[in-house]
């Protein structure tokens, strides 16, 4: 395995994510409604339970009275006659009579209509004939109660209802609120980022810098007769600061500034997209001045083709509206529109139209100087130990995103928490790195000696050859103790921060990188399995410096990558040749590996004591580096240099 930085193909970081880390499923300017609605909610749920209990005491209360026994009719009448029946009461909603006799407490039911009223005029007559004690109880409670016991469960009903009916609603996303754009408008002042948060991307920054200040003023603009773009796509690979810029121009504007992210765009009901845009555009002209945030813009931009996929009319129809949209922002200078993609190939060519997204903000891998300034921002508030050098860190992480330099810092600080150490060093920040190129070292992974021995002549060799023919880079570590699926690694920096490299440059890397495969097989005189990752990266960039870089004399500077076919709009993902060219490719492609693998062999062929001593050395230490990785490594050709050197 051999290291050299990390390439724009390095770390995504995290999942999509709406601005501001929230997950695109809350939709943020529906976080208002939603309140509400949770309160409308729990205030339902409040009222049915106090309903319930209000019917079920309201049944206890309007419950006939029903003391002692239950008398017959024709015990009753009986009882009268026979003087048993001491005193009565008839209770008139009850529709009984209850008293005492002798044998204690009595009730009876007379029962209402026609027939109650028969028994009720019996019952009394034979009442006053005995001259028994009659009074007379309205129940002008129970009266009163009476109408709740058919209100009262009108009311749950009710409720129960608009209960059932928001729950749906809510589970479903809200049928109203499809229509809605769902944006998250940022309050002035509310994140707390700002352009200081964001390094190494100065010119995008000055960029924001002129909106911000244009829309602040837009009569100082105005009067000069400037048009100021009402479009801006920030393009650049992913993590390298599109969204937080965004987010620092939320943080600074003193306009509103309205933000979603183009996977919100996308449904599964035709036209509903294309709603919410509707509705985003007309927030922000509402709010006029205003900045627009549209976030993974390729999701809801990607050209329109013939193919009749489902899900196509969705997108088209978005993508229409997203068209007519900004086009009535020009003929209105209040509203910036940004957006941000790390895909600028796939978007419709319709988007970058002028008066649409005409000025695009490149927001690159950040430069030596870019990586420091990152590292700053993300050291900022963290305890750093006096030694800590961040330009040297800067200088081992060429190719990282300002989204792996933050990790790096974070790794470091969890390393220092683990380990209770009071503030980070510069070796966690290095441990840090390695890790996040390579994975955790697996020091107790079990090796044969035999395996260790391949392993320790592999590093060497990549080691060695580098040394002796890639000038470009500089091993800086060699180590032999694992790290996830590779045995053992060899590091680099970059000598010079370098954006082109020259055939002879890249050639020599690819005999670096079969310096490993070439070293194990003059040590053991057969080829083994532990090139695998070495073999694929040499024979990648190989095929790139022929069909892309146009590196190869028999092919010339021909591209014959399919991104040609995408920039012609070719929907078919075939090969751009002929099968002649295809075996030409092949041949040209085995000729510069098989050159690297010789060159390889025959380096270490005449430094065969090297070799040697530098893969007993790493078998006895595991990992070099520093002076110790310098001496074994570089000094016979700095000698050599410097003779050179007194004899020019
Ligand atoms: P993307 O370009 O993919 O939108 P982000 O803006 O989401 O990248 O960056 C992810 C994280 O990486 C940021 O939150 C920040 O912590 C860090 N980062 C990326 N670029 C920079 C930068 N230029 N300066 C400071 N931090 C950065
Ligand atoms: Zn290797
Ligand atoms: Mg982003």
Redesign the pocket.
């Known amino acids: 395995m051999l290291f050299r930085g990390r390439n724009s193909k390095g770390l995504n ?1 995290g999942g999509r994510r709406g601005l501001f880390g929230r997950r695109r499923k809350e939709r943020p300017s529906g976080q208002a409604a939603n309140a509400t609605q949770r309160r409308t909610v729990r205030l339902l749920v409040a009222g049915l339970l106090l309903l319930i209990i209000a019917f079920v005491l309201v049944l206890v209360l309007v419950q006939p009275a029903s003391p002692g026994d239950q008398l017959r009719y024709d015990e009753f009448l009986s009882d009268i006659r026979a003087n048993r029946i001491e005193s009565a009461t008839i209770s008139v909603q009850d529709q009984r009579f209850t008293g005492t006799y002798d044998a204690g407490q009595y009730w009876i039911s007379y029962g209402g209509g026609v027939q109650g009223n028969v028994l009720f005029q019996n019952m009394l007559q034979g009442l006053q004939t005995a001259r028994v004690p009659t009074t007379i109880d309205q129940q002008p409670l129970k009266t009163a109660l009476q109408p709740l016991i058919y209100v009262l469960p009108t009311f749950i009903f009710i409720d129960a209802f608009v209960l059932v009916f928001l729950s749906i609603r809510s589970s479903t996303g809200g049928l109203a609120q499809f229509g809605q754009s769902g944006s998250r408008r940022v309050k002035h002042g509310e994140t707390r980022i700002t352009f200081k ?5 100065d010119e995008a920054v000055e960029e924001l810098v002129e909106i911000r200040d244009y829309l602040e003023a837009p009569a100082r603009f105005l009067s000069m007769g400037a048009r100021v773009p009402s479009g801006i796509l920030l393009v ?1 690979p ?7 810029l965004a987010r620092a121009v939320a943080g600074e504007a003193r306009v509103p500034f309205f933000s979603m992210s183009g996977s919100d765009f996308v449904e599964i009901f035709v036209g509903v997209g294309a709603a919410r845009i509707r509705d985003l555009f007309r927030e922000a002209r509402l709010a006029s001045p205003a900045i627009v945030f549209i976030d993974e813009l390729d999701a809801v931009g990607r050209g329109r083709t013939q193919s009749a996929v489902s899900g196509q009319d969705e997108r088209e129809a978005t993508l229409n509206q997203l068209l007519v949209g900004l086009d009535g922002f020009e003929s209105e200078p209040g509203v910036v529109v940004l957006a ?1 993609t ?1 895909r600028p190939d796939v978007l419709d060519p319709a988007l970058l139209r002028p008066g649409r997204f005409d000025r695009r903000v490149y ?1 690159d891998l ?1 430069d030596l100087n870019g990586r420091v300034g ?1 590292l700053n ?2 050291c900022r508030g963290k305890p750093l130990d006096d030694g800590v050098n961040l330009q040297a860190l800067a200088k081992r992480t060429a190719g990282f ?3 792996d330099l ?1 990790a790096v810092v974070n790794e470091a600080a969890l390393l220092a928490a683990r380990r209770g150490q009071t503030a980070i060093s510069q070796s966690l920040l290095s441990e840090a790195v390695e890790r996040l190129m390579a994975g955790p070292e697996r020091k107790n992974r079990l090796l044969s000696p035999s395996d260790k021995e391949l392993i320790a002549y592999h590093e060497s060799g990549h080691a060695l050859v580098s040394a002796v023919v890639n000038a470009d880079d500089r091993v800086t570590k060699i180590s032999i103790v694992s790290r996830g699926r590779a045995g053992g690694h060899t590091w680099f920096v970059q000598e010079e921060e370098r954006r082109l490299a020259t055939k002879a440059q890249m050639s020599a890397r690819l005999t670096s990188l079969m310096g490993g495969r070439a070293a194990e097989q003059l040590f053991s005189g057969e080829p083994t399995s532990g090139a695998q990752d070495d073999i694929e990266r040499a024979t990648a960039m190989a095929r790139r410096m022929i069909c892309e870089l146009g590196m190869s004399d028999k092919i010339g500077p021909v591209s014959l990558s399919l991104a040609v076919s995408r920039l012609l709009g070719d929907t078919e993902f075939l090969a751009p040749y002929s099968p002649d060219i295809a075996a030409v490719i092949d041949s040209e492609v085995h000729q510069l590996l098989e050159a690297a693998r010789q060159e390889a062999t025959e380096v270490l062929e005449q430094r065969r004591s090297a070799l040697d001593s530098i893969a007993q050395k790493l078998l006895e230490v595991e990992t070099l580096e520093g002076d110790e990785l310098d001496a074994l490594l570089y000094k016979d050709r700095s000698d050599r240099e410097r003779a050179a050197g007194v004899t020019a």
């Open positions: 970081t948060d964001v390094a190494g991307v650049g992913p993590g390298c600061g599109k969204t937080l941000a790390n927001v950040p990152i921002v993300h995103s300002g989204a933050a």
